[in-house]
């Protein structure tokens, strides 16, 4: 509707994952490379978890276009509310298996087999499972039964799941409790900062033909406080703020605009997120002028974007992983 009247060739703010729109801030960066280098070197059982809407399929379906058909064959699920029976049938199916026969038995054998056959080939299997929070406890052990395919040194099956923050507490469920050993790498999205929801809108705006964003500077607050730094929702409010600058007539995306979107749609600020949201901008602001969160007693932490793989290649990813947890290690954080 208004692409023509900014200056656009694509619509910047759409709501389908497309990966050519991916903004990678610093945590998106390390949860791909963490991802390519679990799958490429096997690790078995991969969780990525964050908020509704901060980007977690698009991540997937990059993955999944950046590492070479060549080196893995993958089977995604992307509706959960199967039956155990149902979850098999579809990821054999997914996995390009046609003739599926109707005994779990013979799935189970015939899923083994292009297992094998996959492993002969030299590529990896992969079984890939979005909105994962919403798997029945039954589906989750099936999932964790499937793990059980491997041969003397390797597993056949490697497992990712993806899911909302609830995805956690499901998994610290005393009967879940085999399931959750068997994780070996866990990785997580947050909600944008200030500075990142702006990079994200410049960078999406750039893809779409533009050049400067038509957001004034009172409209990317308002956009920040109301999105609480989700990027559906600041998709949401700048797309529908467009319209209404557009329908005006105007140039500039205004305060005004962004706060009638709100309104329209019912927006509330969660509990506790505005606090968070001001402690992210006095982040950004001590890390512009370089005098914290960047730093340590050990030294500057490295950008992610040093050791960021330019191809799937295995060699690569490795020394990007073994970088990650030697500096992770000397500033004792979590890998």
Partial sequence: MYQR????????????PDPAFLFMTGAHREAFAGLCYAVLTGKGFVV??????????????????????????????LNPMLTPDEFLELALLDFGIRDVPASKAQRLVLLREFLNESRKLDKISVLVVDE?????????????????????????????????NELTTVLNREDLRQLKQRISVRLRLPALSRTDVEHYIQHRWTAAGGQTHPFSLEAMEQITRWSTGIPRLVNVLCDNALVLAFAEGSSVVARMHVAEVASDLELSERPGMRAVAQLRVAASAKNTNGTASGKSAGGTLPTIERYMPETSDLSRLTRFAAKLRLERDRHKQDF
């Fill in 5 to 16: 009247f900014f200056g656009l060739t694509k619509e910047p703010f759409a709501m389908t």
């Fill in 48 to 77: 990525l978890t964050g908020d509704a809407g901060t980007g977690k399929t698009t991540l997937l379906t990059k993955m999944l276009q950046y590492i070479q058909p060549s080196r893995a064959t993958f089977s995604m699920v």
């Fill in 132 to 164: 994962a929070h919403k798997l029945a406890p039954s589906v989750l052990e099936e999932i964790r039964l499937l793990s059980n395919f491997e041969v003397k040194d390797a597993k056949l099956l490697h497992i990712v799941m993806a899911g909302q």
